[in-house]
């Protein structure tokens, strides 16, 4: 007991104690803020290897952004990335951040299922189904449940079958041999159950989008009911996310 007391005395927690006001290095590049500034919009476009930006006005779609930081490199007083990292969203559309706007984003609250939250707002069990990632998000998920982040703590755990699942978290753009995998993985999890997209990857297929060698027509049969962008994402990103889905309810 003395010698535990001790080791908490000289280390302290080494857990985050509010998961909901961490902070991250500066380095860290989360919510982008576009300004107003006139810039070449086509040269601005061009440096995005998987479209995320677009012009008129200029956007960056966090669906498909890597976070690469060339934009920002290019035009630093046009793009700017902030530490913000509650970037998780139901709804699609609330991925795209346009010029001029600096808000956070949020949930959309009229989008989150009656049972999810009646079903899910104590414990939260996952199953992970890696289709085709690159096994960079799929070790963010497993720090998400290391003595740093903890999200055990909040009743949310990944399990080693569908079956004793709540939902399914999916990394990775879908490839053609993983595309039979995870339906009969999602037709294993027991209803009411929930659709997770962790990474860029996931939510567009990323620098694979419009390969041959896809094959994504299982995310245009569901209801997604969160987006969590990232390359890779951030366990804080994904942990505020299912906070917000599974709390968070008019």
């Given at each position: 007991?003395?010698?535990?007391?001790?080791?908490?005395?000289?280390?302290?927690?080494?857990?985050?104690?509010?998961?909901?006001?961490?902070?991250?290095?500066?380095?860290?590049?989360?919510?982008?803020?576009?300004?107003?500034?006139?810039?070449?919009?086509?040269?601005?476009?061009?440096?995005?290897?998987?479209?995320?930006?677009?012009?008129?006005?200029?956007?960056?779609?966090?669906?498909?952004?890597?976070?690469?930081?060339?934009?920002?490199?290019?035009?630093?007083?046009?793009?700017?990335?902030?530490?913000?990292?509650?970037?998780?969203?139901?709804?699609?559309?609330?991925l795209i951040i346009r010029e001029g706007e600096d808000k956070p984003i949020e949930l959309n609250p009229d989008l989150i299922r009656k049972e999810t939250?009646?079903?899910?707002?104590?414990?939260?069990?996952?199953?992970?189904?890696?289709?085709?990632?690159?096994?960079?998000?799929?070790?963010?998920?497993?720090?998400?449940?290391?003595?740093?982040?903890?999200?055990?703590?909040?009743?949310?755990?990944?399990?080693?079958?569908?079956?004793?699942?709540?939902?399914?978290?999916?990394?990775?753009?879908?490839?053609?041999?993983?595309a039979e995998p995870l339906q009969i993985c999602y037709d294993a999890t027991p209803e009411p159950k929930i659709i997770i997209l962790a990474g860029i990857?996931?939510?567009?297929?990323?620098?694979?989008?419009?390969?041959?060698?896809?094959?994504?027509?299982?995310?245009?049969?569901?209801?997604?009911?969160?987006?969590?962008?990232?390359?890779?994402?951030?366990?804080?990103?994904?942990?505020?996310?299912?906070?917000?889905?599974?709390?968070?309810?008019?």
């Open positions: 007991m003395i010698k535990n007391i001790k080791i908490l005395f000289h280390q302290g927690k080494q857990y985050i104690p509010d998961i909901t006001k961490a902070e991250v290095p500066g380095i860290f590049r989360g919510r982008p803020i576009i300004s107003s500034e006139k810039v070449n919009e086509q040269e601005l476009v061009d440096l995005c290897p998987t479209g995320a930006i677009n012009t008129s006005p200029v956007k960056i779609d966090l669906g498909k952004c890597t976070f690469c930081g060339e934009c920002a490199f290019a035009f630093p007083n046009k793009i700017k990335f902030t530490t913000d990292y509650k970037i998780s969203s139901n709804e699609r559309e609330r939250f009646e079903y899910f707002s104590g414990s939260l069990k996952l199953r992970q189904v890696s289709a085709g990632g690159d096994n960079s998000c799929e070790l963010e998920l497993n720090a998400c449940g290391n003595v740093n982040f903890d999200m055990g703590r909040f009743g949310i755990e990944f399990v080693a079958s569908p079956r004793h699942a709540d939902g399914i978290v999916i990394t990775g753009s879908v490839s053609e041999n993983m990857d996931a939510i567009s297929g990323g620098i694979f989008e419009g390969s041959p060698a896809l094959n994504r027509r299982f995310l245009s049969k569901y209801k997604i009911d969160l987006y969590v962008p990232g390359n890779p994402i951030h366990p804080l990103t994904f942990i505020n996310g299912i906070l917000e889905l599974i709390k968070k309810r008019k």
